[in-house]
Nanobody, 116 residues
Framework: QVQLVESGGGLVQPGGSLRLSCVGS????????MSWYRQAPGKGRGLVAQ????????YYPDSVKGRFTISRDNAKNTVYLQMNSMKPEDTAVYYC?????????WGQGTQVTVSS
């Protein structure tokens, strides 16, 4: 049974930091590109960060570039999202996503709220 389980969400003040984790099981984690998406209330789901399986090449949209860092530990089947200098507009449900040709999986999401 394939599972992606996110953790680390919560409430943080503007300018603060938070680290999300996502543990994968039931598939060969090291074969998959891993990503984080987010969805704010009333908006669509958008890509936040992505990392390739073995070379660890990363991609970030301009909205988070320089503030967020994605990393992975294939030995632990885990992908991380370090979020720094957080803003109220970062408030959303954050989802872990894994994919390779023809196959993809989603986590259940974790709520992140940035507010004073």
């Amino acid at each position: 049974q394939v599972q992606l389980v996110e953790s680390g969400g919560g409430l943080v003040q503007p300018g603060g930091s938070l680290r999300l984790s996502c543990v994968g099981s039931g598939f060969t984690f090291s074969d998959y590109t891993m990503s984080w998406y987010r969805q704010a209330p009333g908006k669509g789901r958008g890509l936040v960060a992505q990392i390739t399986p073995t070379r660890g090449i990363t991609y970030y949209p301009d909205s988070v570039k320089g503030r967020f860092t994605i990393s992975r530990d294939n030995a632990k089947n885990t992908v991380y999202l370090q979020m720094n200098s957080m803003k109220p507009e970062d408030t959303a449900v954050y989802y872990c996503y894994s994919w390779r040709a023809g196959t993809n999986y989603w986590g259940q999401g974790t709520q992140v709220t940035v507010s004073s």
